[in-house]
């Protein structure tokens, strides 16, 4: 504690000092007057009849007021005035609505990406050779080279990398792609999955939520809400990784029938993930509900 901290306290007295030898100026009215105030947020003591009148008055004075200040002309809608208010009852100390996720504290933490397969295995491999793994890593680099142009610590991790045992960031992505197998004309678009067993599960719906709206809208590519595999839910990073970490994977497409602008136009692909990424972290507006992501 700092030498101005402890004398706020000894300020407060020295104040209220002058204004107790005021009153004895003033008529027992008046003095009634200024006691009374502070009864309006304390109902819990006992109050004269006279007081909670003039509480009343005051209340309604104060309401009067509000509804003048938040009239329809004014900028404020009347839901934002019922969500200052429950911000305020929540936390009366602070006039901000209550809804930051991620924190001033955790932005100083790195932001983990998984290259699928890197290092491991080839993932998914087409006729012709081309590798999930090579198409995965190509877009994991671009991603971390986005993310460390808007001033973050990036961490590109192999499919079991050491560091993933407890690890702590910001955020978690592990970026996969799907089967080249021409399995059927509707192979086509991408996945985003959170853990099941999310510690947080307010944020991991966040997360998929940003990722799933800002990746669709940088590639065009359609989003398989409800087609998330067990492989992607109990996908094994997410049992390795810090509980605070807040984790998806996302299979960016198919190898078959999305494989052009996957392997032609993968700075669309990391945009899309860099992007929802970044909505996460800041905060930022989704046009995305719940209810499109319900696996
Ligand atoms: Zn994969």
């Known amino acids: 504690m700092s030498d101005s901290d402890d004398l706020t306290p000894l300020d407060h007295t020295s104040n209220t000092t002058p204004e107790m030898n005021n009153f004895e100026s003033l008529s027992p009215e008046e003095v009634n007057k200024a006691t009374a105030a502070p009864k309006v947020e304390e109902p819990a003591k006992p109050f004269s009849m006279w007081g909670g009148i003039q509480s009343i008055v005051v209340a309604a004075f104060l309401l009067a007021s509000l509804f003048t200040l938040f009239s329809p002309t004014n ?10 208010i429950q911000a305020w009852r929540s936390n009366p100390d602070s006039g901000s609505v209550p809804d930051v996720l991620v924190t001033a504290e955790a932005n100083t933490l790195p932001i983990g990406i998984v290259a699928g397969h890197w290092k491991n295995d080839s993932g998914a491999v087409c006729p012709d050779g081309l590798t999930e793994a090579e198409v995965n890593l190509k877009i994991a680099t671009l991603v971390q080279q986005n993310l460390i142009n808007e001033g973050y610590k990036v961490d590109l991790l192999e499919e079991f990398d050491e ?16 089967t080249c197998e021409p399995i059927h004309d509707e192979a086509s678009g991408f996945k985003v999955a959170a853990a099941v067993h999310s510690v947080n599960p307010e944020k991991a719906s966040r997360l998929t939520l940003c ?4 990746f669709q809208s940088a590639t065009g590519l359609t989003y398989m809400p409800n087609s998330s595999s067990n492989d992607m839910t109990y996908y094994h990073a997410f049992d390795e990784i810090h509980s605070e970490t807040t984790a998806v994977i996302i299979e960016t497409g198919f190898l078959n029938l999305d494989r052009q ?29 719940e209810e499109t992501q319900t696996p």
């Open 75 to 84: 900028l404020f809608s009347g839901e934002m005035l019922e969500r200052a």
């Open 163 to 178: 560091r993933l045992s407890l690890y702590k960031g910001i955020a978690l992505v592990s970026i996969h792609a799907d």
């Open 211 to 214: 990722m799933a709206d800002r």
């Open 261 to 289: 602008i996957l392997t032609e136009k993968p700075e669309l692909i990391a945009e899309g993930i860099s992007n929802g990424l970044l909505c996460f972290i800041r905060n930022e507006k989704v046009s995305l509900t």
